[in-house]
């Protein structure tokens, strides 16, 4: 493999980074814009027909039980995590994609901690 289409494929990873980027800002915004009570109408909705069939599937619950769950509070940190991630994310590519020096320590830097972060929150 040239030098070359591993920069392609490298250029391509960061577009779809970027579009991830893009689509994590989205659903901060929509959280922050939602009301939880709207959030779990809508799980209900979807889950309403599975569950008459099987009551006890599997998904149907655990949804339907963290739409029950999903307070004001934890909509908000999900909210501001979503946005935040997003919008750090998008300034990150930009800058790799213009080949500015500072982006490549910093993503490293940056979603290094946010896997660290992650990693701590999936442990609690």
Not at 17 to 28: L, M, N, P, R, T
Not at 57 to 84: K, W
């Amino acid at each position: 493999m040239n030098e070359r289409r591993i920069h392609q494929i490298f250029e391509i990873s960061i577009l779809l980074k970027g579009a991830h980027a893009v689509i994590e800002c989205i659903g901060g915004l929509a959280l922050a814009v939602i009301g939880t009570g709207t959030i779990a109408g809508w799980v209900n909705a979807l889950t309403q027909d599975e569950l008459i069939e099987d009551p006890n599937d599997f998904v149907g619950t655990h949804l339907l039980s963290l739409a029950q769950n999903f307070t004001f509070s934890t909509q908000h940190f999900y909210a501001f995590y979503l946005l935040s991630h997003g919008i750090i994310k998008v300034f990150l590519v930009v800058g790799l994609l213009r080949n500015k020096l500072w982006a490549y320590p910093a993503s490293l830097v940056v979603l290094g901690m946010f896997i660290v972060y992650q990693l701590y929150r999936y442990s609690y």
